[in-house]
């Protein structure tokens, strides 16, 4: 099955220490991103990458690392977590070009 | 700073009523896509609209991408409770890598 998988679905940590939140995408897409989505503010794009080894920035990228080492993974890092991370977190990943983004199911991230 | 205005936020309305999402911007965009998210799972797809003035219909739900392709709508008629969700519109800006500009979205909840 064609498939974005985030995993955990679920985080609770404290602030300081340092999270990855795995996402892996089976569709051989080249373009991966990473959302997150507070209420009211819709989705707020933190990086993306167009291939194996091309990251950049979105729109709220502070306090946040990514990597593509390889086609199907993009890992996001955060080394310093702080309460204002709290939210809800999207991969997502499509061809380039005009197409639709495939997303994974999420994952919730409460740092106390 | 690019913008999609979409309203309203929040519709609350009685099963078989219409209804209408609105997405608004200033800038021009090679295509939108209009997007359905339930709770606990990330957005899908519902369509893309890519010429100006262009109407996309999927059973009950219309979807118009305005002449200028600044704005699009999308129309629920005789709305069902299985409407419920978070329906979001991304519009995509030429020459953005691919970027997209996402509303911040419309919670639709429809009562049997």
């Known amino acids: 099955e064609a498939q974005v998988t985030q995993n955990p679905r679920y985080l609770i940590t404290v602030t300081g220490k340092k999270l990855t939140v795995t996402c892996s995408q089976n569709?051989?897409?080249?373009?991966m991103s990473w959302y997150r989505q507070d209420p009211g503010l819709g989705l707020r794009q933190i990086y993306y990458s167009m291939n194996v080894e091309v990251t950049d920035k979105g729109d709220v990228p502070e306090g946040y690392k990514v990597s593509r080492k390889e086609k199907r993974n993009f890992p996001l890092i955060l080394e310093s977590p702080s309460p204002n991370q709290t939210s809800l977190y999207f991969c997502?990943?499509?061809?380039?070009?005009?197409?639709?983004?495939?997303f994974g199911n999420g994952t919730r991230l409460t740092v106390t | 700073t690019q913008l999609l205005e979409q309203s309203p936020q929040f519709l609350s309305i009685q099963e078989g009523e219409n209804l209408t999402v609105y997405c608004n911007s200033s800038s021009v965009f090679s295509s939108l896509q209009w997007y359905r998210q339930e709770p606990g799972e990330g957005p899908v797809l519902l369509v893309t609209?890519?010429?100006g003035g262009e109407v996309k219909k999927l059973k009950r739900l219309t979807f118009q991408f305005g002449d200028a392709r600044k704005d699009s709508s999308l129309h629920i008629t005789a709305a069902q409770p299985g409407d419920t969700g978070l329906y979001l519109c991304a519009g995509e800006v030429r020459y953005s890598n691919y970027q997209l500009i996402w509303g911040a979205g419309t919670k639709l909840i429809i009562k049997p």
């Open positions: 569709m051989n897409h080249e373009y």
């Open positions: 997502a990943s499509k061809v380039l070009g005009n197409s639709p983004l495939h």
């Open positions: 609209v890519v010429t």
